[in-house]
């Protein structure tokens, strides 16, 4: 099964890009890359998702490198409401999730 | 579009005691999942419907849980006797279809047993 690698913590001072990292070396060709967040006592919130291209959309950016064995997730101006578990998530089969135990990003004011 | 509802949020029961949960996903949403996620950890996926069976239940408790989706669309998960390693958040989520669907989540319903 294919699996993910997470920093169990960071840091980002508010105002500044949040850059998360993530290793999926055992990804599939035709797998997909989703990042959700979790804000405390809230469920599971989708951000963003890719297979090979780089993706942007309106909450981040999703840069996968070219062997798509790690991922990216840029918050490009982080607010303090942003602060929550990051979680990166191959699919398995059958659309089932293999969440981990994710980053948990403090934005500092 | 009405998110996927969950009641109740909160439950607190005594072990060996019955507690249900329901759920209500998106509007058409075909495939249904039910969740468990214990403190500091990620969501553990339990069971997932697709219309009303069952796609997958390795990783549910059998001997205590059980859960159903009827008519396709609501869901009930229940935990009967209930056990202290059984606190945790319940989430349910659904997606419109099978294969590398985005899910869609509710709030969860915390659950404490004493």
């Known amino acids: 099964d294919a699996k993910t690698t997470q920093p169990t913590s960071m840091d980002c001072a508010e105002g500044r890009a949040a850059n998360l990292p993530c290793n999926h070396s055992t990804i599939s060709g035709n797998e997909y890359v989703y990042w959700y967040r979790q804000i405390h006592s809230q469920g599971p919130q989708y951000i963003i998702h890719?297979?090979?291209n780089n993706e942007t959309n309106e909450m981040a950016s999703l840069i996968i490198t070219e062997d798509r064995k790690s991922s990216t997730l840029i918050l490009p101006h982080a607010t303090l409401r942003d602060t929550a578990v990051y979680y990166c998530i191959v699919i398995l089969t059958g659309n089932q999730f293999y969440f981990g135990t994710g980053t948990s990003l403090t934005v500092i004011p | 579009e009405a998110g996927v509802a969950q009641s109740p949020r909160y439950k607190i029961i005594e072990k060996r005691q019955s507690v249900a949960f329901w759920c209500n996903p998106i509007s058409g949403h075909a495939t249904l999942y039910w969740y468990q996620q214990i403190l500091g950890q990620g969501p553990k996926l339990l069971i997932q419907?697709?219309?009303?069976?069952?796609?997958?239940d390795s990783q549910l408790p059998k001997d205590r849980f059980s859960a159903e989706r009827l008519k396709g669309v609501d869901s009930t998960l229940k935990i009967q006797p209930a056990k202290l390693e059984d606190s945790a958040v319940y989430l349910c989520?659904?997606?419109?279809?099978?294969?590398?669907?985005?899910?869609?989540f509710g709030p969860g319903t915390r659950l404490l047993v004493l």
């Open positions: 989520a659904s997606s419109s279809g099978v294969t590398q669907e985005t899910q869609y």
């Open positions: 890719g297979l090979k």
């Open positions: 419907f697709q219309n009303n069976g069952v796609v997958d």
